[in-house]
């Protein structure tokens, strides 16, 4: 924070409690953005998520996570943000494959359960196949009578 304080012409007085105050924000920060591929991956698991909103929008969550790694890096030079950014981005890369797979399991298992229902009839509407427990057509909405 020297050369801040020279360009700005302002005194070069740093307290302690300043400097732990930034390393304390800083580790924070760091912290909560490296532990956020986890909660990615568990918001999917739980359905909360899907990896394509992720994926549609890459562009933009890259530059938002720039933008933030430049925010945290108490360095102004953009090689602390880039050495910042790449784990960062590498993390979310791996969050999404792992959500992906994680997608995956849960169509197969959806697919797996729909199987295993009985047959009760088709919707007169779309023609889907309805079970006993199907009032209305999943697909189209209109009841079964």
């Given amino acids: ?22 390393v304390f924000i800083t580790t924070l920060v760091s912290g909560f953005s490296f532990t956020m591929p986890a909660f990615f991956v568990l918001f ?4 909360i998520i899907k990896t394509s909103h992720v994926t549609t929008r890459r562009r933009y969550i890259y530059a938002a996570l720039y933008i933030i790694c430049a925010i945290v890096t108490p360095d102004g030079g953009p090689l ?7 784990p960062m981005a590498v993390l979310l890369e791996v969050a999404v494959f792992f959500g992906r797979r994680y997608e995956k399991e849960h169509a197969s298992q ?32 209109k009841s079964r009578i």
């Fill in 1 to 22: 924070m020297i050369p801040f304080f020279l360009l700005t012409s302002a005194l070069p007085i740093i307290t302690a409690m300043d400097f732990y105050n930034l």
């Fill in 110 to 141: 959806r697919l797996l359960a729909t199987r295993e229902k009985q047959v009760y009839g088709k919707c007169r509407s779309c023609g889907n196949l309805l079970t006993e427990a199907d009032v209305f057509c999943p697909t189209c909405g």
């Fill in 80 to 86: 602390a943000d880039i050495a910042l950014f790449v």
């Fill in 44 to 47: 999917v698991r739980f359905g």
